[in-house]
């Protein structure tokens, strides 16, 4: 099992910055890639940001200059979501998630509010 702690989300003003962290714990080493996807009320969960297996990161294009994820892949030190520019389109729970060969896993979420 691989646990995972969110933290960094709050209110903010359009065009204002927040940066979004992940802990990784428990059997860590089980962890292929990591990665930060968000959900609004009645919408499916939706990719924002993840370092893909084959070693490069893919981006939602909605946040494509705005946004960046950083850190250790691997899940040994925290993964970082750098959030510049903020919408108000961009409110939404912000959930950290790790993958392993045969799970995904989740963190609990941080809410993100963007006020216009």
């Known amino acids: 099992q691989v646990q995972l702690v969110e933290s960094g989300g709050g209110l903010v003003q359009a065009g204002g910055s927040l940066r979004l962290s992940c802990t990784a714990s428990?059997?860590?080493?089980?962890?292929?890639?990591m990665g930060w996807y968000r959900q609004t009320p009645g919408n499916q969960r939706e990719l924002v940001a993840t370092?893909?297996?084959?070693?490069?990161?893919?981006y939602r294009d909605s946040v494509k200059g705005r946004f960046a994820i950083s850190g250790d892949r691997s899940g040994s030190a925290p993964v970082y979501l750098q959030m510049d520019n903020l919408r108000p389109e961009d409110t939404a729970v912000y959930y950290c998630?790790?993958?392993?060969?045969?799970?995904?896993?989740w963190g609990q979420g941080t809410q993100v509010t963007v006020s216009s």
């Open positions: 428990g059997n860590i080493i089980t962890i292929i890639t």
């Open positions: 370092y893909t297996t084959g070693g490069s990161i893919q």
């Open positions: 998630s790790a993958r392993s060969r045969e799970y995904r896993y």
